[in-house]
């Protein structure tokens, strides 16, 4: 069965700062990898996501996320943050045809001060 | 195109009520979920649907029944509520080879 870790509960940055959040998987074949982010009250929001090819995505509100298999990592990245990118952010791998299943991970909430 | 909906946004059962909670979609997507989420522990999928008239159990199936009688719509029902069921159920549907697309949730309290 796949599985996703995110290690970091809460992360802290300064707006304008970079940020990076770590996602590890565990699955047994060619992953489908996910990032979603939630503000709260809300929804997820599909931030990017890897079926195959290149190994960097780029995704909407400018985050991108690289994979690499070797370390079965995904993790997430933004050059600078703004303080509207305060969310909690979620990190999933699909298993199935097209990502059917997804096994999200236990959440990353940020907080960005000003 | 209101995308993914769900009914109610908010309920309160007492121990022992049941319930129904709609989701509906009109992006003709042919798969759809119920998940639920509770702190500290992410989405939880619970049943899911890969067309209309199937339905198969998710990762925390016990408690839940639901039905797909059409394409659009995909119900989750308590037959028995339990304060374990306490949560956030987040309703998703995708069309093959996409990504899901989630509704905003519904908060259910069971005293």
Redesign the interface.
Known sequence: AQSVTQPDIHITVSEGASLELRCNYSYGATPYLFWYVQSPGQGLQLLLKYFSGDTLVQGIKGFEAEFKRSQSSFNLRKPSVHWSDAAEYFCAVGAGGGGNKLTFGTGTQLKVEL | NAG?TQTPKFRVLKTGQSMTLLCAQDMNHE?M?WYRQDP??????IH?S?GEGTTAK??VPDGYNVSRLKKQNFLLGLESAAPSQTSVY?C?SRA??????????TRLTVL
Not at chain 2, 99 to 105: A, C, E, I
């Open positions: 993914v798969y979920y500290g522990m992410g989405l939880r999928l899911y890969v998710g990762e987040f998703a093959v080879a996409d990504t899901q697309y989630f509704g905003p949730g």
